[in-house]
């Protein structure tokens, strides 16, 4: 592909910006190429996310890795998204949040078991005017993957560097599904418009999709590592094996 295929320039893109981030996010591990020709062909999002699948969906993780074929099939992928596309005819999730307590606020609300993604979601931050119309949640789901990630968070559940992050080992979390509630926090925001999570490395991506360990340990590399103990004996070993 020639340099002039490469990119979307504004008159070849017919997707919004914001609709932009959002497949970037949606696909971390997608060539700029094939991106860049969903972006050129498709009147919409879901145009845009059909072809990368087409083009990705079932090529990615084939090989030897046929036990999990259901999880990591494009069609299955697909599936999956159309399902939990918000219905505008559905009554929206009513949620009042505090600036303050962004974080516990959302893991109630998150947690709920009847908490649906197919349901859009309506954000009204406490002492300011109850009107939604796109702008409050936008802001709320950017404010609350940033605590997410935030040093400063009263629960951790990401750590990292250089803005790559892994989940924590964090068993008190996983006990009470924490993880799961983050999951649902992203996934939430990505399909109410609001920014994606773009911060794993790939290794944790392709973990996060097929949870296959033989497939991941090709995407590994010492960058992924945080334990700073582990990164010298890593360094070591490999020193010592020259």
């Not at 078991?113 to 002492?127: M, Q, S, W």
């Not at 590399?221 to 360094?235: G, H, P, Q, R, S």
């Given at each position: 592909?020639?340099?002039?295929?490469?990119g979307?320039?504004?008159?070849?893109?017919r997707?919004?910006?914001?609709?932009?981030?959002?497949?970037?996010?949606?696909f971390?591990?997608?060539?700029?190429?094939?991106?860049?020709?969903?972006?050129?062909?498709?009147?919409?999002?879901?145009?845009?996310?059909?072809?990368?699948?087409?083009?990705?969906?079932?090529?990615?993780?084939?090989?030897?890795?046929?036990?999990?074929?259901?999880?990591?099939?494009?069609?299955?992928?697909i599936?999956?998204?159309?399902?939990?596309?918000?219905d505008?005819?559905?009554?929206?999730?009513?949620f009042?949040?505090?600036?303050?307590?962004?974080?516990?606020?959302?893991?109630?609300?998150?947690?709920?078991?009847?908490?649906?993604?197919?349901?859009?979601?309506?954000?009204?931050?406490?002492?300011?005017?109850?009107?939604?119309?796109?702008?409050?949640?936008?802001?709320?789901?950017?404010?609350?993957?940033?605590?997410?990630?935030?040093?400063?968070?009263?629960?951790?559940?990401?750590?990292?560097?250089?803005g790559?992050?892994?989940?924590?080992?964090?068993?008190?979390?996983?006990?009470?599904?924490?993880?799961?509630?983050?999951?649902?926090?992203?996934?939430?925001?990505?399909?109410?418009?609001?920014?994606?999570?773009?911060?794993?490395?790939?290794?944790?991506?392709?973990?996060?999709?097929?949870?296959?360990?033989?497939?991941?340990t090709?995407?590994?590399?010492?960058?992924?590592?945080?334990?700073?103990?582990?990164?010298?004996?890593?360094?070591?070993?490999?020193?010592?094996?020259?």
């Amino acid at each position: 592909m020639g340099d002039e295929d490469k990119g979307c320039s504004s008159s070849m893109c017919r997707l919004f910006d914001f609709e932009i981030t959002q497949l970037k996010e949606m696909f971390p591990l997608c060539s700029d190429d094939v991106l860049s020709v969903a972006m050129g062909k498709s009147a919409n999002l879901e145009e845009a996310f059909d072809y990368v699948m087409q083009q990705t969906g079932t090529t990615e993780n084939t090989g030897n890795h046929s036990n999990n074929s259901s999880t990591c099939s494009g069609d299955s992928l697909i599936e999956l998204v159309r399902s939990v596309i918000p219905d505008s005819t559905n009554a929206p999730m009513r949620f009042m949040v505090s600036r303050n307590t962004i974080l516990s606020d959302s893991i109630a609300f998150f947690k709920q078991r009847d908490f649906n993604l197919g349901t859009p979601v309506k954000i009204t931050f406490e002492g300011e005017p109850a009107i939604d119309g796109g702008g409050p949640k936008q802001e709320f789901f950017t404010l609350l993957l940033r605590q997410l990630l935030s040093p400063n968070s009263a629960v951790h559940l990401f750590e990292g560097k250089d803005g790559i992050y892994l989940p924590s080992h964090n068993t008190d979390a996983l006990r009470s599904k924490l993880f799961e509630v983050a999951g649902r926090m992203v996934a939430a925001s990505i399909i109410n418009g609001g920014p994606g999570f773009p911060y794993f490395s790939k290794a944790v991506w392709q973990y996060i999709q097929c949870a296959d360990t033989d497939a991941v340990t090709e995407y590994i590399t010492k960058d992924d590592v945080i334990d700073f103990e582990v990164i010298e004996a890593i360094n070591k070993v490999h020193e010592d094996s020259y």
